[in-house]
């Protein structure tokens, strides 16, 4: 048996060596294919199998609350709630109570940083299943009141903070201007909850401290119980106390969900996306060598005649076209691997751009996935292949002059395949081609100021040390002092937040004497923010109607207000809104009236899609507000530069010990904004690209042996007064058929993935006009020239030479 399996690969080696261009257009077909798919898995693979650093993970769920009108609305639970729950219920096993991650200021080393850290009860690295990789997790003794202050450190910031080494255990950090002793290390890959980099111990104190709901709880299951049963029992106890507390819990149900599958559902839908994206190249790819096999196969019907005429069953012809197939592939296999390897490690490149996206790594599953797909190829390309090159008609296959190209149900196989892999790339081409529209759409807005020459910093003042916002407004004064002092500087302001970008969830309302909301009317003020008199000079916003802010007005603290046009327009039509009154809130808002005194032109926000166009903006004197979280913008004279050192300098030279968030430049932050749409239009982009050379390679190839397999025809055409370029039509034609019938197909396909896409287009439809008459125009013209190599070679049939031809 070994012998012959032997024998079969050894004739394989040598027909693939005696059809080298074959051999190429496939091997590189499968390699795009599985390279492809491969590099895609790596990236999706730790959500569709997340490795957790915890012990027996399904047992794992986490408690929080829930509306019952709206399930997926999170609310958190009292500390109170934890108790009653933890005493009372007979489902867990044990259970912890946790805070979710907030920004701590942590100083000392070379210069302060935030972290995220997470308050837990003492019991959550237990609960867990998570100990310590140096040092230990929190005690009992942690939790008291006259406990010492201690901190567990993250893997990734003991690295980046401490170098990795084991000497910080039991050194001191400062928190939030305490210190902290450093008791342990946690593994790598351990950041819960939510990205946290350190943690600390809730003490009685902080959990009284805390607003009435303020945790989520993580409990495992005992042995023997569901996650239905437990579920069932948790709304038992929350009904109880909702009866008994109806002022803090009224309409508050708990919600008992996998820890696994809560942590992972924020990203369930990419796996699907990708692969589904990258499954139609595998497809293509598979199409694309199962044809050059089919054609491939009809001009060896005579070699398999003269193997069944010496007695070989149809058995030992479907296992040595089999064994052909396997070596394809895994030669296929070989060269994937190594694209894989270069799409890995360009991802990995990419990824301090993608959110705390797991790198793309070598491991078991996603070569045992590289595998599968291989072995999948060789089932989907080389099985109908063999199996149709395995039925033979001694008599018709050993006449001499016999038909070369096939069965007409073949050649109809290989026209379907060629027509399906047109379709695919089609579909991935409008995919692109929209979101590419979308992108540039996006690119091209009209912002309303200009972003050249601005650089921007963002701190954010811990309450602990600025109690007051006249602290804030101090702090920030002395910093733009500094950054005014600076050559390059042309102009320094400060502001609560940048008008880009901005969390919807931070609007307000907003109330004018005289004027009615009408039903569904927006009254959203997505931007009220504190600026600083020179913010409008700093980012060349114009005024046009009435007045800036001045000095005078950050001194008095005073009413005034600046709105933008839109707003204007709203709610004072054709009327001057200078000298209006508008309150930020409702009616019964406590929140002053301020005095309109100057109309600017209408920002655009590009982060906010659909809402850039109805957006309402009011501008507040920096001295009527608190200053907590602060933006420094600086413009600087055309060609100058202002390093972010100098920024940071400015600040460390204020408050040694306060962190700085960020620092970028204008044209950054709107590069960052457009990530999503530049991921998006990148990936269907290179996938697009591929299945279209993948496509061209296909049609190339069929009209390549169909030229050979139809060389006595094409010479008898020629002997009876065909031209050269009726030849040249015949064979063009022929492929240009199979490429619109593709296109037909294609479209169809495409509206339906283009309509999926809607949700993240700017400005521009799903059935895009342009994308979709631009696309099979791009198509067909690949598909000419790949019929043109073939055409070309069918002219210069010499008609005596195909005549002779067998």
Known sequence: ??????????????????????????????????????????????????????????????????????????????????????????????????????????SGGDEPVIVRGARVSVELFGVLGTPARIGRGFLPEDARPDAPPVAVLSHRL?????????????????????????????????????????????????????PQQNFAAIARLRPGAGIEQAQCEMQVLAAQLAEAHPETNAGTTVITRSLVDWMTADFAGLPVVLLGAVGFVLLIACANVANLLLARAATRQREMAVRVAMGAGRGQLVRLLLTESLLLAALGLSAGLLFAAWAMEAVRASLPDLARLPEPEWNTPVLAFALGATLLTVVLFGLAPALAASKVDLTQSLQEGAARSGSRRSRRLRNALVAGEVGLAVILL????????????????ELGFNPENVTSMWVNLPSYKYAHPSEERAFAESVMERLRAFPAAEAVAATTRINLPADRDTGQRITVPGYTHAPGDEEIVHTAQAITPDFFRVLQIPV????????????????????NERLARKFWPEQDPLGRTLKL?????????????????????PAW??????????????GSGSLRSIE?????APGATLPGSALRDAVWA?????????????????????????????????FAGTALLLAALGLYGLLAYVVVQRTQEIGVRMALGAMPRDVLRLVVSSGLKLALAGCVIGLAGAVALTRLLESVLYNVSGVDPLTFVLVPLVLLSVALAACLAPARRAMRVDPMVALRHE
């Open 544 to 563: 046009l109607h009435g007045r800036g802010f001045t000095a005078a007005d950050q001194a008095s603290n005073g009413g005034a207000a600046i709105v």
């Open 1 to 106: 048996m070994m012998h012959t399996l032997l024998n079969d690969l050894r004739y394989a080696a040598r027909m693939l060596a005696k059809t080298p261009g074959f051999t190429a257009v496939a091997v590189a077909a499968l390699a795009l294919g599985i390279g492809s798919t491969t590099a895609v898995f790596s990236v999706v693979q730790p959500f569709l199998a997340p490795v957790v650093p915890f012990e027996r993970p399904p047992e794992l769920v986490i408690l929080y609350g829930s509306n019952p009108r709206d399930p997926f609305e999170m609310r958190w639970l009292s500390a109170a709630d934890f108790v009653t729950y933890r005493d009372q219920t007979k489902s867990f096993s044990s259970m912890a109570l946790l805070a979710w991650p907030q920004g701590m200021n942590l």
């Open 430 to 445: 409008a995919g692109a081609g929209v979101t590419l529209r979308s992108l540039v759409n996006f690119r091209s807005i």
């Open 609 to 622: 899609y659909e809402l850039s166009e109805e957006t309402l903006d009011v501008y507040l004197q920096a």
């Open 654 to 686: 204020v408050d040694r010990e306060q962190p700085i968030l960020r620092v970028s430049t204008m044209p950054e932050i709107i590069d960052r904004e457009s990530f999503g749409q530049r991921a998006i239009a990148s990936l269907l982009g290179t």
């Open 585 to 605: 809130g409702g009616p019964q808002s406590e929140n002053p009236w301020l005095t309109v005194v100057g109309v600017v032109r209408d920002v655009v926000h």
């Open 158 to 210: 003991w690295q980046e903070r401490f170098g990795g080494n084991r000497e910080a255990l039991g050194g001191a950090v400062k928190l939030n201007d305490r210190m902290y002793t450093i008791v342990g290390v946690m593994p790598q890959r351990m950041d819960f909850p939510g990205g946290a980099e350190l943690w600390v111990p809730i003490t009685p104190s902080a959990v009284h401290s805390a």
């Open 632 to 636: 420094f913008l600086v413009r600087v």
